[in-house]
């Protein structure tokens, strides 16, 4: 079988004001990337629009509807310092969540190994009443619980590799032993959370923070020591991989040195305890990743990770 890569060109039409590290760029850049010839045996689709009733799974009804209305029909709405709405970014958020939903079932059938969702905007630290750090809605919360709702899942681990710490995503799973989230993260940095401490009311999160010049050696030990270890022991039916790129060196948000061959190096590591227990279902869902040149290669060590290349 193969992998699927998902997006949307409505995903471009999500804008940030000049100079927003979060901009339409990262995901021409992935889309120039995946063009490469050694991409040539990915299935492709678009993304659908999330219903309604799968996202609020994890969002109340108001919730979304306040993001609808506050959507402007010109020029941008801010929700925060880092968060705003442009007139297209309601449909994109739409998207976003729905490229998670259609990867679950295309997975969950069958139809193939994984998938790499290559949406905006990212999802990770949308709370399930805020909209916070760039995010609207969870994209991977709300694969999550479609997974669990529809296909009777019983365990969903979270994987998440973003430089910044998935607060939103472990707000959400905090008390629901069905679900664990396992995180790598620079501390400290935005949003403050993601402490070792911070273990979930079921000992189901597991946290491994890194420190400010931390490269890929010391990322490799928190993945081999604390995340995979607990992963294993957990034994998922599904993963959803938080794939932000925003821990390689290049990235200006952050202070963390990985390499792409760390990625792929993580990808590959998570795929082989899948293989275990999960039957290889994986979807991956694209979270940070704000230098151009440095997100490219490191989503094309991730998806040649993901077709075992």
């Given at each position: 079988?193969?992998?699927?890569?998902?997006?949307?060109?409505?995903?471009?039409?999500?804008?940030?004001?000049?100079?927003?590290?979060?901009?339409?760029?990262?995901?021409?850049?992935?889309?120039?990337?995946?063009?490469?010839?050694?991409?040539?045996?990915?299935?492709?689709?678009?993304?659908?629009?999330?219903?309604?009733?799968?996202?609020?799974?994890?969002?109340?009804?108001?919730?979304?509807?306040?993001?609808?209305?506050?959507?402007?029909l010109?020029?941008?709405?801010?929700?925060?310092?880092?968060?705003?709405?442009?007139?297209?970014?309601?449909?994109?958020?739409?998207?976003?969540a729905?490229?998670?939903?259609?990867?679950?079932?295309?997975?969950?059938?069958?139809?193939?190994?994984?998938?790499?969702?290559?949406?905006?905007?990212?999802?990770?630290?949308?709370?399930?009443?805020?909209?916070?750090?760039?995010?609207?809605?969870?994209?991977?919360?709300?694969?999550?619980?479609?997974?669990?709702?529809?296909?009777?899942?019983?365990r969903?681990?979270?994987?998440?590799?973003?430089?910044?710490?998935?607060?939103?995503?472990?707000?959400?799973?905090?008390?629901?032993?069905?679900?664990?989230?396992?995180?790598?993260?620079?501390?400290?940095?935005?949003?403050?959370?993601?402490?070792?401490?911070?273990?979930?009311?079921?000992?189901?999160?597991?946290?491994?923070?890194?420190?400010?010049?931390?490269?890929?050696?010391?990322?490799?030990?928190?993945?081999?020591?604390?995340?995979?270890?607990?992963?294993r022991?957990?034994?998922?039916?599904?993963?959803?991989?938080?794939?932000?790129?925003d821990a390689?060196?290049?990235?200006?948000?952050?202070?963390?040195?990985?390499?792409?061959?760390?990625?792929?190096?993580?990808?590959?590591?998570?795929?082989?305890?899948?293989?275990?227990?999960?039957?290889?279902r994986?979807?991956?869902?694209?979270?940070g990743?704000y230098?151009?040149?440095?997100?490219?290669?490191?989503v094309?060590?991730?998806?040649?990770?993901?077709?075992?290349?």
């Amino acid at each position: 079988m193969t992998t699927l890569v998902l997006s949307h060109p409505k995903c471009l039409d999500h804008l940030t004001p000049y100079g927003h590290p979060e901009r339409p760029d990262r995901l021409r850049m992935i889309t120039h990337v995946l063009e490469h010839e050694r991409f040539a045996d990915l299935a492709r689709d678009e993304a659908p629009l999330a219903t309604v009733e799968a996202i609020t799974r994890v969002h109340p009804p108001e919730f979304i509807e306040r993001i609808e209305n506050a959507t402007p029909l010109v020029d941008f709405v801010h929700l925060d310092a880092d968060t705003t709405l442009s007139p297209g970014s309601y449909e994109a958020a739409l998207r976003a969540a729905g490229g998670g939903v259609f990867a679950v079932d295309e997975v969950m059938a069958g139809k193939v190994s994984n998938a790499f969702v290559a949406t905006r905007p990212p999802g990770h630290h949308a709370e399930t009443t805020t909209a916070m750090g760039f995010c609207l809605f969870n994209n991977a919360a709300i694969a999550a619980r479609h997974a669990r709702a529809v296909y009777g899942v019983e365990r969903v681990a979270i994987v998440d590799f973003d430089v910044h710490h998935g607060n939103g995503t472990q707000d959400i799973f905090w008390s629901d032993p069905s679900v664990m989230y396992l995180s790598t993260h620079e501390m400290p940095l935005y949003p403050g959370t993601g402490a070792a401490r911070e273990t979930g009311a079921y000992d189901q999160v597991v946290n491994a923070p890194l420190s400010a010049g931390d490269g890929g050696d010391e990322f490799r030990q928190a993945f081999e020591q604390a995340i995979l270890p607990r992963m294993r022991g957990f034994s998922p039916d599904l993963v959803i991989i938080s794939a932000g790129f925003d821990a390689h060196q290049r990235d200006p948000l952050a202070n963390l040195n990985l390499t792409e061959a760390d990625f792929g190096w993580a990808t590959r590591e998570i795929m082989a305890i899948a293989d275990q227990t999960a039957g290889g279902r994986i979807v991956s869902m694209l979270e940070g990743g704000y230098d151009l040149e440095g997100l490219g290669r490191s989503v094309a060590a991730h998806v040649m990770a993901l077709m075992r290349g």
